[in-house]
């Protein structure tokens, strides 16, 4: 454990000497290293690229929509903006982000281990990423790609006069990055824990990882076939998904979907694991039912898989196997259920406060809910004859992977920059952006629910004049939203360089991470730490300095640990 | 690349730098199967449709240099066991011996394929606009690496298959991206295997590989047993498919 | 037409009451969790609220009950809505019998309709009040999507095969449809009008003038005689092919020993693909069609063989199965 103070912030701390953002320098040391927490910030710069590529493609639709009669773009260029929107968000931005960049910077702290398993697959894993955005930027700027994306066939493979092969080749190889980051968390959590760190003393956020794994390694190679058929059928003429020639396209839409259901669980799963770590840090109390909620995690990964179809529901498909799909998507909304009340019933006898971190954590837990209850709406069969295609499933999904992941993701930029940088970011400047980017984002998408019953459909570049008024209500929504996206990219940016003197532990938290310098050094810890307490326990740590008990208000039955 | 065992940096035990680089290899093994696992549905489902044209497609293709193909594949991975019991073992001039065959055999395998695909080429096979599955038929000339019986047989199964399937052709050009798509996939694995060979043989002829560390030997064995088991789905998959009596 | 700010399209269908029904039930279940979460995280924030610098929360990390509890009920209340989609949408894809179908082919970017006479339709759907109404859908390109609000239904319309939808109108009065699948450029433009009539007011539409009436039994018939399908399918029975007497709507016993209803698909796929579903004492010589006829001239042809229902079967060379049990 490092000598300096713990969680006191103040004008005695300073940095560490030696850490792992100046051990090494020059370009080289960055773009060659295999050390994680520089390979996090590799991928941070480029995520962030991406979110602002995806988030200007936003900006066109919500600026084009504000009139039913297309003033600004022409339809073809329209269409361009919705699927690179698409594209870039899921496979460039949503599906690394937290993965990528949390999760590599703090899986081996966590664990207390010197690095990943596989550091220099780790590297390789950001080189792939890179290439790929390369291929699917090229596709952008020569002409840019109109399929949706969801690539559906025959459309997007005969029909489509943009440049689908060079994003789909981007796509492919952009998978295999996502494939080896996974590789390498399951890995490194089953043989490199620390001596003392159990399963069952992991935090939540590993394990949230380890089942955001499963999926990564099992989904992503399906895709990854998927789009070389297509890819091979664009390019050569093959005809799997091409009804003129024989083939299906709903085999398209079976075989796509097989992975891009699951990945919806990639991009939420690691969002859940950081709330996890949020609320239990801010109530300064062990989550409650951590046994469940690890469980939980895993059968999201794996009921995940069976539920695929039920974005087939109205393609012709059986009813017999639409009613299946339908029950399995139900049961799959039974462990997020049992999250969110565990989160609710951590807050019960904690000691809360509110700092930024925090206020994501809360925010989630509305926005998510209200995502997540959504789901219920179209996995329901009778409703989803109506409401499937429409704004509503965009609402739905919004709610869940805006209100849900990148509200994790920001609270745990947040709550991790001081170990990452050394530094704290503004706390008072920081709440009023998190709360501009709560009512920012219902003004942009609560409405779309209305407009999805309604009947407008998606994907349209106009639309009846009577659907004027909320499409009005979420471009001005998008506006607000926008700053409350800039202004943490302003603040953490400049917090890093110029922000106060952290500490090892500023909050504090108990995870392992915590333990060591902020930044850490290169080799995270200078001796392996040997882990003697549960995960979360504010008790029975003197070196985080918390000393007032709350007496507890439920018999202290099961968890008393 | 570090050198005879040395732990790097971020392992604390040779067994724990082992085990992980084993459990990464057994993951990676399960995308594999993922990965061929996509386009094997594509294939399962398509034969059921078109039953007659895949059919059809399966029986232009060679059984025999099929099956000598596979039994290469075999002999390649027992040579390969044996090149990693030779590691486990300690007979350092065994571990080369072994992979060596190894490669040869993986070259054979190559240079069957590589036939297999040149007679697929003038036979107008190949996806795209000249593909014909009637082109021996109608080009006996053309054909003449086919002897005369074999010809004939193809004909008559064409004329059942058409009478069953007027888009035969069409639908023989799914089978045949799926050949091709298949095994060309295949082909890409085992090109790689055998690069990741030759780095195994250099790296044992200059007597690197000890039992006391053998991993790479251990995890390219794996890697080549597992594409090994790939030709094992494949053969019967597209060669064997409603064979008569040849 | 509608407030300012609705909420709900019109309830123009059958259907529809039961569809707002079960949205109106899950509208209501989210609020109740909505405001029960909101309101334990308020009030936990309140009264849980840190009071000093240094204090820590209290001990209790779990309770069997409360998980038990908050997993079996809303497992139940998933259930409850799982069920009730479930019912709504085997009705939905279950037509009724006696329909007024109508075909519906959807290409980039239109929609072409015809009504049972004949009467072609652009972009238009014209349908009388309280009638079933069946829609067999077809795309000649990419995937399409039918879709009307009011009605509360939508089906894909796939290339390559033929997707169904049923629905019954309750209201006069006109409402829009959209394609609901993206298909490139104008996916946005590719919608129109769905007018329900008085049934005498739809009978009058129906029979009115237009340019391009006419009766596609009569169309059909005439294809038939010309493609030369008369030569072998004679309605005696006695030629190369089954009689098609009384055909449409009943079952077929085939080569392999199944059998098949003979419904709009099994007649398409046998006018383009013969010798994949051949009936059972037939030899394969129908030559096969694919690429000799169009869309619409095989909804003609279908619409004539279907008018050989009343006709009766012959006792020998029919193409149907004795009726056994008087289910059609």
């Given at each position: 454990m490092d000598a300096q103070s713990t969680h006191a912030t103040g004008p005695g701390l300073q940095l560490p000497e030696k850490s792992y953002l100046n051990e090494t320098t020059g370009i080289r040391s960055w773009l060659l290293t295999v050390d994680h927490k520089r390979i996090a910030l590799l991928y941070l710069v480029s995520v962030t690229f991406f979110f602002f590529v995806g988030g200007f493609f936003a900006m066109m639709i919500r600026l084009h929509l504000l009139t039913p009669s297309g003033y600004m773009l022409s339809p073809d260029t329209y269409n361009r903006m919705f699927t690179m929107h698409g594209v870039t968000m899921v496979f460039f931005f949503l599906?690394?982000?937290?993965?990528?960049?949390?999760?590599?910077?703090?899986?081996?702290?966590?664990?207390?281990?010197?690095?990943?398993?596989?550091?220099?697959?780790?590297?390789?894993?950001?080189?792939?990423?890179?290439?790929?955005?390369?291929?699917?930027?090229?596709s952008m700027i020569s002409g840019g790609l109109d399929t949706g994306w969801t690539f559906y066939t025959p459309f997007s493979t005969v029909y489509s006069n943009s440049a689908v092969a060079p994003a789909v080749i981007g796509v492919f190889i952009t998978g295999f990055s996502s494939i080896l980051t996974g590789l390498n968390f399951l890995v490194t959590v089953h043989t490199m824990r620390a001596p003392g760190m159990t399963w069952f003393r992991l935090p939540i956020f590993v394990w949230s990882h380890y089942a955001t794994s499963i999926v990564m390694i099992l989904g992503t190679p399906v895709i990854a076939i998927t789009l070389g058929l297509a890819a091979m059928e664009r390019l050569f003429g093959l005809g799997f998904f091409n009804p003129a020639m024989g083939g299906d396209p709903i085999l398209f839409q079976h075989l796509f979907w097989f992975y891009s259901h699951p990945a919806v669980y990639i991009m939420i799963l690691p969002s859940m694991g950081v709330i996890s770590e949020l609320i239990p840090t801010f109530a300064r109390k062990k989550i409650f039912g951590y046994e469940f909620v690890a469980a939980a995690s895993l059968a999201i990964a794996v009921i995940g898989f069976l539920v695929w179809a039920h974005h087939m529901f109205l393609t012709g498909q059986s009813t017999y196997a639409a009613i299946a799909f339908s029950f399995l998507t139900?049961?799959?909304?039974v462990p997020s259920a049992i999250k969110t009340f565990a989160w609710v019933a951590t807050l019960f006898g904690g000691s809360i406060s509110f700092d930024t971190p925090m206020l994501y954590a809360f925010g989630f837990l509305g926005l998510f809910l209200v995502g997540g209850l959504t789901g219920l709406f179209l996995g329901a069969l009778g409703l989803d004859i109506h409401i499937h295609d429409t704004y509503f499933v965009v609402a739905h999904f919004h709610y869940i992977m805006v209100g849900g992941a990148v509200m994790g993701y920001l609270g745990g930029l947040h709550f991790w920059w001081p170990k990452i940088t050394g530094r704290l970011y503004p706390e008072w400047m920081a709440r009023i952006a998190a709360l501009i980017l709560f009512?920012?984002?219902?003004?942009?998408?609560?409405?779309?629910?209305?407009?999805?019953?309604?009947?407008?459909?998606?994907?349209?570049?106009?639309?009846?004049?009577?659907?004027?008024?909320?499409?009005?209500?979420?471009?001005?929504?998008?506006?607000?939203?926008?700053?409350?996206?800039?202004a943490p990219m302003v603040y953490l940016t400049w917090a890093a360089f110029y922000g106060k003197v952290a500490g090892n532990n500023p909050w504090p938290a108990t995870g392992l991470e915590w333990t060591t310098a902020s930044p850490p050094p290169t080799e995270n810890f200078h001796v392996t730490p040997v882990v003697t307490w549960e995960a979360y326990d504010f008790h029975n740590r003197p070196e985080l300095e918390l000393d007032v008990p709350r007496a507890p208000t439920l018999a202290p039955a099961h968890g008393d640990d | 690349m570090h050198r005879t065992g040395e732990l790097y940096g971020q392992f604390k035990t040779l067994d724990q730098q082992k085990e992980t680089a084993s459990l990464g290899m057994w993951i990676f093994l399960v995308t594999e199967v993922m990965f061929f696992g996509g386009i094997m549905m594509a294939y399962t489902l398509n034969r059921h449709v078109y039953f007659h044209a895949f059919a059809m497609g399966s029986n232009t293709l060679s059984l025999q240099l099929g099956g000598f193909n596979t039994v290469v594949l075999l002999a390649s991975s027992f040579t390969m066991a044996m090149a990693v019991?030779?590691?486990?073992?300690?007979?350092?001039?065994?571990?080369?011996?072994?992979?060596?065959?190894?490669?040869?055999?993986?070259?054979?395998?190559?240079?069957?394929?590589?036939?297999?695909?040149?007679?697929?080429?003038?036979?107008?096979l190949i996806p795209g606009k000249n593909f014909n599955i009637f082109f021996c038929r109608d080009n006996p000339s053309k054909c003449d690496d086919l002897s005369a019986k074999d010809l004939e047989e193809e004909n008559k199964e064409l004329e059942e298959a058409s009478?069953?399937?007027?888009?035969?052709?069409?639908?023989?050009?799914?089978?045949?991206?799926?050949?091709?798509?298949?095994?060309?996939?295949?082909?890409?694995?085992?090109?790689?295997?055998?690069?990741?060979?030759?780095?195994?043989?250099?790296?044992?002829?200059?007597?690197?590989f000890t039992p006391q560390w053998n991993t790479p030997v251990d995890l390219v064995g794996l890697y080549w047993h597992f594409v090994d088991i790939v030709w094992i789905y494949l053969f019967p998959l597209l060669y064997l498919i409603d064979r008569h009596k040849n | 037409m509608q407030s300012p700010l609705p909420f709900f399209p019109e309830q123009a269908s059958s259907i529809a009451n039961n569809v707002d029904a079960l949205f109106a039930f899950v509208v209501l279940t989210c609020l109740f969790f909505v405001v029960l979460v909101v309101s334990l995280v308020t009030f936990a924030s309140y009264r849980y609220r840190r009071r000093s610098k240094g204090e820590?929360?209290?001990?209790?990390?779990?309770?069997?009950?409360?998980?038990?509890g908050w997993t079996v009920i809303p497992l139940l209340i998933a259930i409850v809505i799982f069920a009730w989609g479930a019912v709504i949408y085997v009705n939905f894809r279950t037509a009724p019998k006696d329909t007024l179908d109508i075909y519906v082919v959807g290409k980039q970017w239109m929609w072409k309709l015809q009504q049972p006479n004949g009467r072609k339709e652009i972009n238009e759907l014209h349908v009388p009040v309280g009638r079933d109404v069946r829609l067999i859908m077809g795309s000649e390109d990419v995937v399409h999507d039918f879709f009307v609000p009011a009605f509360r239904v939508k089906m894909d319309v796939v290339p390559?095969?033929?997707?169904?939808?049923?629905?019954?109108?309750?209201?006069?009065?006109?409402?829009?449809?959209?394609?609901?699948?993206?298909?490139?450029?104008?996916?946005a433009l590719m919608g129109g009008w769905v007018t329900v009539q008085d049934p005498a007011e739809y009978a009058a539409w129906l029979s009115g003038e237009s340019g391009t009436t006419t009766d596609p039994v009569s169309t059909g018939e005439k294809l038939f005689s010309e493609l030369a399908c008369n030569t072998c399918h004679l309605a005696n029975g006695s030629g190369r092919a089954p009689s098609l007497n009384s055909v449409y709507g009943g079952k077929v016993l085939l080569a392999d020993g199944s059998t098949v209803t003979v419904d709009d698909g099994y007649i398409r796929e046998s006018i383009l693909q013969p010798n994949a579903k051949i009936v059972a004492g037939y030899q394969p010589v129908m030559p096969p069609f694919q690429g000799l006829v169009t869309e619409e001239q095989i909804v003609n042809l279908t619409a004539y063989i279907k008018s050989l229902q009343s006709q009766p079967p012959p006792a020998k060379g029919a193409g149907v199965l004795p009726v056994t049990t008087g289910k059609k």
């Open positions: 599906i690394p982000s937290i993965p990528a960049i949390l999760g590599n910077f703090l899986i081996p702290l966590m664990v207390g281990a010197k690095d990943l398993a596989f550091p220099k697959i780790n590297l390789l894993s950001w080189y792939i990423y890179i290439i790929g955005g390369a291929f699917t930027l090229y139900f049961l799959v909304a009512v920012g984002f219902n003004l942009t998408f609560f409405p779309q629910f209305v407009l999805g019953y309604l009947g407008m459909p998606r994907r349209y570049h106009v639309y009846p004049p009577e659907f004027q008024v909320y499409n009005v209500m979420s471009t001005a929504g998008a506006s607000i939203l926008a700053i409350g996206y800039l | 019991w030779s590691a486990q073992t300690g007979k350092k001039k065994l571990i080369t011996i072994f992979l060596s065959l190894t490669i040869l055999l993986g070259f054979v395998f190559f240079g069957v394929k590589y036939v297999e695909y040149a007679q697929k080429f003038h036979h107008h009478a069953a399937d007027p888009d035969l052709n069409a639908h023989a050009q799914l089978y045949y991206s799926a050949y091709f798509g298949m095994t060309g996939l295949h082909a890409l694995h085992m090109v790689i295997g055998a690069g990741l060979l030759f780095w195994l043989l250099r790296e044992s002829v200059a007597g690197r | 820590v929360g209290d001990t209790v990390a779990g309770n069997l009950v409360l998980e038990i390559g095969r033929y997707n169904t939808l049923w629905f019954r109108p309750t209201r006069p009065g006109k409402y829009r449809f959209y394609c609901s699948q993206y298909c490139g450029t104008n996916h």
